[in-house]
């Protein structure tokens, strides 16, 4: 069974940065892919980034490329998202979220695991 625990979220002014936590447990993390995706109000949870199983590619949605940076440490198991230049659209819950075989890619649209989410609000 895999464990995934969101942390970080809070309440911003728009422009300001949070950065989110996910700590991974119950699989050898380095074997899995891993990602971000967010549900606001009313919508259908979306992707944001993912990250290759090395760290060594990531990808992220269009609407927060140069202001979101998804990275991972295998060595302490965790996998975090810096959010810069926060706009009230960011604001959703956060999820984290695995993947044993999928790839940066694929995990848009599946995943094995998902953690149970973090609030982000940013205010205007």
């Known amino acids: 069974q895999v464990q995934l625990v969101e942390s970080g979220g809070g309440l911003v002014q728009a422009g300001g940065s949070l950065r989110l936590s996910c700590a991974a447990s119950?699989?050898?993390?380095?074997?899995?892919?891993m990602g971000w995706f967010r549900q606001a109000p009313g919508k259908e949870r979306e992707f944001v980034a993912t990250i290759s199983r090395t760290g060594s590619i990531t990808y992220y949605k269009d609407s927060v490329k140069g202001r979101f940076t998804i990275s991972r440490d295998n060595a302490k198991n965790t996998v975090s998202l810096q959010m810069n230049s926060l706009r009230p659209e960011d604001t959703a819950v956060y999820y984290c979220?695995?993947?044993?075989?999928?790839?940066?890619?694929?995990?848009?649209?599946?995943?094995?695991?998902w953690g149970q989410g973090t609030q982000v609000t940013v205010k205007s």
């Open positions: 979220v695995a993947s044993r075989y999928g790839t940066t890619q694929s995990m848009i649209t599946q995943n094995d695991y």
């Open positions: 119950g699989h050898t993390f380095s074997t899995y892919a």
